[in-house]
């Protein structure tokens, strides 16, 4: 009953939340037949931990596992040692420091403002900081995208994280609106509201032809007089008495 925890990888800021998810998915499913097993605690958990960082340590633990009676030595020490063995390879005991860390970096790449709030607040909890504290609004606000941001602290001004939140939510909302309106009317919008195109020449008609200049009018083959043109109009020329 209920939907499986994650799958643990070995990240130390995510082994609280994992051993979390599984207690609270043992706890839902006590009532079921076998979930009350130590051993088939630590099976089931065994069996939500993959990949490369993981591997060396669930074949040691599974090998352990496999020494055990299952009617003998199926008792609650199991499960706790499992746990207590777990805390010592995967929680990180500088975790804390490290969600600190993380979150003086966390920023949001729009219009991922969902994905934002979910990891800020992640690392937030795992921090120990206080969600109506300075340093929240602080971090929070700090990793906005500018124009995010100037909507965020307009008036009036957010007291709580959760309004800050929510109207962090608004913005992106409503950026997303007008440059969907704006792709609407003008479909050739490009990015920083060029138009694709701009520089291009106009498209000519096949039937379109040269308007026509002195020397074609004047001159058909394109020479002849064309010389004597450009020189009686150039400055300073001075032109001779005609010949009889």
Same mark, same amino acid.
């Given at each position: 009953?209920?939907?499986?925890?994650?799958?643990?990888?070995?990240?130390?800021?995510? *082994?609280?939340?994992? &051993?979390?998810?599984?207690?609270?998915?043992?706890?839902?499913?006590?009532?079921?037949?076998? $979930?009350?097993?130590?051993?088939?605690?630590?099976?089931?958990?065994?069996?939500?931990?993959?990949?490369?960082? /993981? *591997?060396?340590?669930?074949?040691?633990?599974?090998?352990?596992?496999?020494?055990?009676?299952? %009617?003998?030595?199926?008792?609650?020490? /199991?499960? !706790?040692?499992?746990?207590?063995?777990?805390?010592?390879?995967?929680?990180?005991?500088?975790?804390?420091?490290?969600?600190?860390?993380?979150?003086?970096?966390?920023?949001?790449?729009?219009?991922? &403002?969902?994905? $934002? %709030?979910?990891?800020?607040? !992640?690392?937030?909890? %795992?921090?120990?900081?206080? *969600?109506?504290?300075?340093?929240?609004?602080?971090?929070?606000?700090?990793?906005?995208? #500018?124009?995010?941001?100037?909507?965020?602290?307009?008036?009036?001004?957010?007291?709580? $994280?959760?309004?800050?939140? #929510?109207? *962090? &939510?608004?913005?992106?909302?409503?950026?997303?609106? &007008?440059?969907?309106?704006?792709?609407?009317?003008?479909?050739?919008?490009?990015?920083?509201?060029?138009?694709?195109? /701009?520089?291009?020449?106009?498209? @000519?008609?096949?039937?379109?032809?040269?308007? @026509?200049?002195?020397?074609?009018?004047?001159?058909?083959?394109?020479?002849?007089?064309?010389?004597?043109?450009?020189?009686?109009?150039?400055?300073?020329?001075?032109?001779?008495?005609?010949?009889?």
């Amino acid at each position: 009953m209920g939907g499986l925890p994650q799958i643990f990888s070995g990240d130390h800021l995510l *082994a609280d939340d994992f &051993i979390e998810e599984v207690k609270g998915y043992l706890r839902l499913n006590q009532d079921v037949a076998g $979930y009350n097993s130590p051993i088939k605690k630590v099976a089931l958990t065994l069996t939500l931990m993959k990949g490369p960082q /993981v *591997a060396g340590w669930t074949c040691d633990m599974g090998t352990w596992l496999d020494t055990l009676d299952p %009617i003998l030595n199926n008792i609650p020490d /199991v499960w !706790d040692q499992f746990l207590f063995k777990f805390s010592q390879q995967y929680q990180d005991s500088q975790r804390e420091n490290r969600a600190r860390g993380e979150i003086e970096w966390c920023t949001m790449k729009f219009p991922e &403002i969902d994905d $934002y %709030i979910a990891r800020f607040e !992640d690392l937030s909890h %795992i921090a120990g900081y206080n *969600a109506n504290s300075g340093t929240v609004f602080q971090l929070f606000t700090k990793g906005l995208p #500018d124009d995010i941001l100037k909507e965020v602290l307009t008036s009036p001004t957010p007291t709580t $994280y959760t309004n800050l939140k #929510d109207k *962090a &939510i608004t913005a992106t909302r409503s950026k997303v609106q &007008i440059n969907n309106i704006l792709r609407a009317h003008n479909p050739n919008r490009g990015v920083g509201g060029f138009n694709r195109g /701009v520089f291009n020449t106009f498209p @000519q008609p096949n039937n379109f032809q040269r308007p @026509q200049t002195f020397f074609s009018q004047n001159n058909q083959g394109g020479q002849g007089n064309q010389g004597g043109f450009l020189q009686q109009h150039r400055p300073g020329f001075r032109q001779g008495p005609s010949q009889p």
